[in-house]
């Protein structure tokens, strides 16, 4: 039966169906998602959280697979759904944000923003600074600066570990 999830026609068939599989009822859930994980088969990501229940690898395929476009958004979604995958989850979504190449409005958007994990988006604020040269930790509040400003250092000295296709460093940093 919970191979069989992914054939199941409505939400209301995993809530009477997978309780039948006993322990193996996260499965069954994270199944049938997966099997209706596309947007055009209708279903909000909120609608598949609800479906996962308490499976935290359900919920966080789903955020992993089905991110928000708003960052932030998708930190808070980790935050409240990943469970002991809060930590991917944020780490995702903020490597997915990186890659997008952000301009100096959007790292100031997100640098002004105290979240839980704050430390990891640091982090990936120090990348897009020390790897494409955008931003500059000085910018960045509370405790996240202290993260940005340690990647920064670390990057600068090792310029070669701009490696999660980032960009190549650019000049000295804090520059565009």
Not at 62 to 78: A, H, I, K, N, T
């Amino acid at each position: 039966m919970v191979k069989q999830a992914r054939d199941f026609r409505k939400p209301a068939d995993v809530e009477r169906l997978c309780p039948l599989t006993g322990d193996r009822e996260p499965l069954c859930r994270q199944n049938w998602m997966i099997g209706h994980l596309a947007p055009h088969l209708g279903f909000s990501t909120q609608e598949l959280l609800g479906i996962c229940g308490d499976a935290q690898d359900c919920k966080f395929e789903l955020l992993d697979q089905r991110p928000s476009d708003r960052v932030l958004e998708q930190v808070d979604l980790c935050v409240d759904h990943a469970g002991r995958h809060t930590k991917d989850c944020v780490g995702h979504a903020m490597e997915r944000w990186a890659r997008t190449r952000p301009d100096v409005d959007e790292f100031l958007r997100i640098g002004a923003q105290e979240r839980p994990y704050a430390p990891l988006v640091g982090s990936f604020l120090g990348e897009v600074v020390a790897c494409q040269g955008v931003g500059a930790c000085d910018v960045v509040h509370g405790s996240m600066k202290e993260r940005c400003d340690r990647r920064l250092r670390e990057l600068t000295a090792s310029p070669e570990r701009c490696d999660r296709g980032l960009g190549a460093p650019h000049g000295p940093p804090g520059g565009r």
